[in-house]
Nanobody
Framework: QVQLVESGGGWVQAGGSLRLSCAAS????????MGWFRQAPGKEREFVGA????????NYADSVKGRFTISRDNAKNTVYLQMNSLKPEDSAVYYC????????????WGQGTQVAVSS
């Protein structure tokens, strides 16, 4: 079992930046690939990006590519989402998730943190 707790959400003006954190506890953090997802009101949850267990590989949704960066610190059991050049359409609840190495299934989810971007 892995427990995930997101933090760092808040309100920001368009063009601003936020950094979200996701702290993990339970099974060895380095055994899991980590991902970020978001869900805006009335919309389905969507993939934002993911990072491999080692941090050596990342991939992003086209909508955030070049603006968002995922990183992880396995010594701190934490994954980060640096969000720059924020747009109002980035407003959503952001969730982190974990999956086992070589698996496509996101097994564990955090409770989410709200991000609001005003124009």
């Amino acid at each position: 079992q892995v427990q995930l707790v997101e933090s760092g959400g808040g309100w920001v003006q368009a063009g601003g930046s936020l950094r979200l954190s996701c702290a993990a506890s339970g099974r060895p953090f380095s055994s899991y690939g980590m991902g970020w997802f978001r869900q805006a009101p009335g919309k389905e949850r969507e993939f934002v990006g993911a990072i491999s267990w080692s941090g050596g590989s990342t991939n992003y949704a086209d909508s955030v590519k070049g603006r968002f960066t995922i990183s992880r610190d396995n010594a701190k059991n934490t994954v980060y989402l640096q969000m720059n050049s924020l747009k109002p359409e980035d407003s959503a609840v952001y969730y982190c998730a974990a999956r086992r190495i070589a698996s496509y299934e996101w097994l564990y989810w955090g409770q989410g943190t709200q991000v609001a971007v005003s124009s």
